[in-house]
T-cell receptor, first 114, second 110 residues
Framework: DVKVTQSSRYLVKRTGEKVFLECVQD?????MFWYRQDPGLGLRLIYF???????EKGDIPEGYSVSREKKERFSLILESASTNQTSMYLC?????????????FGPGTRLTVL | QKEVEQNSGPLSVPEGAIASLNCTYS??????FFWYRQYSGKSPELIMF????GDKEDGRFTAQLNKASQYVSLLIRDSQPSDSATYLC??????????FGTGTSLTVIP
Protein backbone atom coordinates (compact mmCIF):
# COMPACT_ATOMS: atom_id res chain seq x y z
CA ASP A 1 0.00 0.00 0.00
CA VAL A 2 1.05 3.52 -0.73
CA LYS A 3 1.83 5.42 2.40
CA VAL A 4 1.97 9.19 2.66
CA THR A 5 2.79 10.58 6.07
CA GLN A 6 2.74 14.13 7.39
CA SER A 7 4.85 15.34 10.29
CA SER A 8 2.01 16.62 12.48
CA ARG A 9 -1.74 16.09 12.70
CA TYR A 10 -2.33 19.29 14.64
CA LEU A 11 -0.17 22.39 14.87
CA VAL A 12 -0.68 25.72 16.63
CA LYS A 13 1.57 28.64 15.74
CA ARG A 14 1.75 32.37 16.36
CA THR A 15 1.40 35.07 13.74
CA GLY A 16 4.78 35.82 12.17
CA GLU A 17 6.35 32.45 12.98
CA LYS A 18 8.07 30.39 10.29
CA VAL A 19 6.25 27.08 9.91
CA PHE A 20 7.49 23.87 8.31
CA LEU A 21 5.11 21.12 7.22
CA GLU A 22 6.76 17.88 6.15
CA CYS A 23 5.44 15.14 3.91
CA VAL A 24 7.05 11.78 3.19
CA GLN A 25 5.93 9.08 0.75
CA ASP A 26 7.32 5.58 0.51
CA UNK A 27 6.33 4.58 -3.03
CA UNK A 28 9.00 6.29 -5.09
CA UNK A 29 6.44 8.64 -6.66
CA UNK A 30 7.78 11.40 -8.86
CA UNK A 31 4.94 13.85 -8.23
CA MET A 32 4.07 15.41 -4.90
CA PHE A 33 1.49 18.06 -4.05
CA TRP A 34 0.46 20.44 -1.30
CA TYR A 35 -3.18 21.46 -0.98
CA ARG A 36 -5.14 23.40 1.56
CA GLN A 37 -8.76 22.61 2.30
CA ASP A 38 -11.21 25.17 3.62
CA PRO A 39 -14.98 24.87 4.13
CA GLY A 40 -16.88 25.99 1.05
CA LEU A 41 -13.70 26.33 -1.01
CA GLY A 42 -12.66 22.72 -1.41
CA LEU A 43 -9.09 21.62 -2.04
CA ARG A 44 -6.87 24.24 -3.59
CA LEU A 45 -3.42 23.50 -4.94
CA ILE A 46 -0.58 25.48 -3.38
CA TYR A 47 2.46 23.92 -5.07
CA PHE A 48 3.46 20.70 -6.69
CA UNK A 49 6.75 19.05 -7.57
CA UNK A 50 7.38 16.65 -10.44
CA UNK A 51 10.95 15.78 -9.53
CA UNK A 52 13.69 16.47 -7.02
CA UNK A 53 14.40 20.22 -6.82
CA UNK A 54 11.61 20.93 -9.33
CA UNK A 55 8.47 22.81 -8.36
CA GLU A 56 5.50 24.49 -9.95
CA LYS A 57 3.10 27.04 -8.48
CA GLY A 58 -0.47 26.02 -8.02
CA ASP A 59 -3.49 28.28 -7.71
CA ILE A 60 -2.64 29.88 -4.36
CA PRO A 61 1.15 30.02 -3.84
CA GLU A 62 1.27 33.42 -2.18
CA GLY A 63 2.73 33.27 1.33
CA TYR A 64 4.12 29.76 0.82
CA SER A 65 7.30 28.17 -0.45
CA VAL A 66 8.33 24.54 -0.91
CA SER A 67 11.41 22.39 -0.88
CA ARG A 68 12.12 19.01 -2.40
CA GLU A 69 15.68 17.90 -1.79
CA LYS A 70 14.91 14.17 -1.79
CA LYS A 71 12.42 12.26 -3.88
CA GLU A 72 10.44 10.98 -0.93
CA ARG A 73 10.13 14.27 0.95
CA PHE A 74 8.24 17.45 0.10
CA SER A 75 8.16 20.35 2.55
CA LEU A 76 5.78 23.28 2.71
CA ILE A 77 7.08 26.45 4.35
CA LEU A 78 5.07 29.36 5.64
CA GLU A 79 7.67 32.11 5.83
CA SER A 80 5.65 34.32 8.16
CA ALA A 81 2.43 32.66 9.29
CA SER A 82 -0.75 34.71 9.22
CA THR A 83 -4.21 33.99 10.62
CA ASN A 84 -5.65 33.52 7.12
CA GLN A 85 -3.34 30.52 6.72
CA THR A 86 -5.30 28.64 9.37
CA SER A 87 -6.48 25.59 7.43
CA MET A 88 -6.22 21.86 6.82
CA TYR A 89 -3.10 21.10 4.78
CA LEU A 90 -3.04 17.95 2.71
CA CYS A 91 -0.04 16.42 1.01
CA UNK A 92 -0.47 13.98 -1.88
CA UNK A 93 1.75 11.93 -4.15
CA UNK A 94 1.21 10.42 -7.55
CA UNK A 95 3.30 8.22 -9.82
CA UNK A 96 4.43 9.47 -13.20
CA UNK A 97 2.94 7.80 -16.22
CA UNK A 98 -0.49 6.94 -17.52
CA UNK A 99 -1.02 3.59 -15.85
CA UNK A 100 -2.74 5.22 -12.93
CA UNK A 101 -3.49 8.87 -12.41
CA UNK A 102 -4.50 8.53 -8.80
CA UNK A 103 -3.28 10.88 -6.10
CA UNK A 104 -2.70 9.37 -2.68
CA PHE A 105 -3.30 11.68 0.25
CA GLY A 106 -1.60 11.93 3.60
CA PRO A 107 -3.64 12.24 6.82
CA GLY A 108 -3.52 16.04 6.82
CA THR A 109 -2.19 18.69 9.19
CA ARG A 110 -4.67 21.02 10.82
CA LEU A 111 -2.80 24.28 11.32
CA THR A 112 -4.09 27.03 13.56
CA VAL A 113 -2.36 30.41 13.47
CA LEU A 114 -3.15 32.62 16.45
CA GLN B 1 -17.17 29.87 -13.34
CA LYS B 2 -15.73 27.18 -11.10
CA GLU B 3 -13.69 24.42 -12.67
CA VAL B 4 -15.70 21.73 -10.89
CA GLU B 5 -19.15 22.17 -9.38
CA GLN B 6 -21.02 19.91 -7.02
CA ASN B 7 -24.22 20.30 -5.11
CA SER B 8 -23.05 20.74 -1.53
CA GLY B 9 -26.10 18.94 -0.14
CA PRO B 10 -26.67 17.68 2.41
CA LEU B 11 -28.11 14.64 0.71
CA SER B 12 -29.99 12.19 2.90
CA VAL B 13 -31.04 8.71 1.81
CA PRO B 14 -32.47 5.78 3.76
CA GLU B 15 -30.34 2.70 4.30
CA GLY B 16 -30.55 0.36 1.30
CA ALA B 17 -31.49 3.11 -1.16
CA ILE B 18 -29.49 4.41 -4.11
CA ALA B 19 -27.55 7.63 -3.54
CA SER B 20 -26.87 9.74 -6.61
CA LEU B 21 -24.09 12.33 -6.57
CA ASN B 22 -23.48 14.73 -9.43
CA CYS B 23 -20.64 16.87 -10.70
CA THR B 24 -20.12 19.18 -13.68
CA TYR B 25 -16.84 20.52 -15.01
CA SER B 26 -15.98 23.46 -17.21
CA UNK B 27 -13.00 22.38 -19.34
CA UNK B 28 -13.89 20.14 -22.29
CA UNK B 29 -10.26 19.07 -22.51
CA UNK B 30 -10.37 17.36 -19.12
CA UNK B 31 -9.01 13.86 -19.36
CA UNK B 32 -9.81 11.88 -16.25
CA PHE B 33 -12.31 12.05 -13.45
CA PHE B 34 -12.22 10.88 -9.86
CA TRP B 35 -14.51 10.37 -6.93
CA TYR B 36 -13.06 10.57 -3.43
CA ARG B 37 -14.74 9.90 -0.11
CA GLN B 38 -13.77 12.00 2.88
CA TYR B 39 -14.87 11.25 6.40
CA SER B 40 -14.99 14.13 8.84
CA GLY B 41 -11.49 15.05 10.01
CA LYS B 42 -9.85 12.59 7.63
CA SER B 43 -8.12 12.88 4.28
CA PRO B 44 -9.76 12.00 0.93
CA GLU B 45 -9.60 8.40 -0.20
CA LEU B 46 -10.14 7.32 -3.80
CA ILE B 47 -13.33 5.43 -4.61
CA MET B 48 -13.23 5.34 -8.39
CA PHE B 49 -11.78 6.94 -11.46
CA UNK B 50 -13.14 6.98 -15.00
CA UNK B 51 -11.65 8.03 -18.33
CA UNK B 52 -14.15 7.05 -21.00
CA UNK B 53 -17.75 7.94 -21.68
CA GLY B 54 -20.24 5.55 -20.18
CA ASP B 55 -20.47 3.63 -16.94
CA LYS B 56 -17.85 2.00 -14.78
CA GLU B 57 -18.91 -0.29 -11.96
CA ASP B 58 -16.99 -1.38 -8.88
CA GLY B 59 -19.02 -3.25 -6.30
CA ARG B 60 -21.81 -1.01 -5.03
CA PHE B 61 -20.37 2.02 -6.81
CA THR B 62 -20.99 3.11 -10.40
CA ALA B 63 -19.33 6.12 -11.99
CA GLN B 64 -20.94 7.64 -15.06
CA LEU B 65 -19.24 10.02 -17.47
CA ASN B 66 -20.83 12.11 -20.20
CA LYS B 67 -18.17 14.25 -21.85
CA ALA B 68 -20.60 15.93 -24.24
CA SER B 69 -22.56 17.27 -21.27
CA GLN B 70 -19.43 17.68 -19.12
CA TYR B 71 -21.07 15.69 -16.39
CA VAL B 72 -19.86 13.00 -14.00
CA SER B 73 -21.96 11.13 -11.48
CA LEU B 74 -21.52 8.54 -8.77
CA LEU B 75 -24.23 6.08 -7.83
CA ILE B 76 -24.03 4.19 -4.56
CA ARG B 77 -26.34 1.19 -4.45
CA ASP B 78 -27.59 -0.39 -1.23
CA SER B 79 -26.37 2.62 0.75
CA GLN B 80 -25.04 1.87 4.21
CA PRO B 81 -24.62 4.17 7.24
CA SER B 82 -20.86 3.75 6.78
CA ASP B 83 -21.21 5.54 3.42
CA SER B 84 -22.08 8.74 5.29
CA ALA B 85 -19.29 11.12 4.32
CA THR B 86 -18.44 13.98 1.99
CA TYR B 87 -17.85 12.96 -1.60
CA LEU B 88 -15.39 14.96 -3.66
CA CYS B 89 -15.38 15.07 -7.43
CA UNK B 90 -11.99 15.77 -9.02
CA UNK B 91 -11.01 16.41 -12.60
CA UNK B 92 -7.60 16.13 -14.20
CA UNK B 93 -6.97 18.39 -17.16
CA UNK B 94 -3.49 17.45 -18.27
CA UNK B 95 -0.34 16.44 -16.45
CA UNK B 96 -0.66 17.37 -12.79
CA UNK B 97 -3.53 19.84 -13.09
CA UNK B 98 -6.20 18.51 -10.75
CA UNK B 99 -9.30 20.46 -9.77
CA PHE B 100 -11.63 19.51 -6.95
CA GLY B 101 -15.23 20.30 -6.25
CA THR B 102 -16.28 21.46 -2.80
CA GLY B 103 -17.93 18.14 -2.05
CA THR B 104 -21.40 16.75 -1.41
CA SER B 105 -22.29 15.70 2.11
CA LEU B 106 -24.16 12.38 2.20
CA THR B 107 -26.02 11.00 5.20
CA VAL B 108 -27.42 7.47 5.11
CA ILE B 109 -30.22 7.10 7.62
CA PRO B 110 -30.51 3.66 9.32
Amino acid sequence: DVKVTQSSRYLVKRTGEKVFLECVQDMDHENMFWYRQDPGLGLRLIYFSYDVKMKEKGDIPEGYSVSREKKERFSLILESASTNQTSMYLCASRPRGTGTDTQYFGPGTRLTVL
Amino acid sequence: QKEVEQNSGPLSVPEGAIASLNCTYSDRGSQSFFWYRQYSGKSPELIMFIYSNGDKEDGRFTAQLNKASQYVSLLIRDSQPSDSATYLCAVRRTGNQFYFGTGTSLTVIP
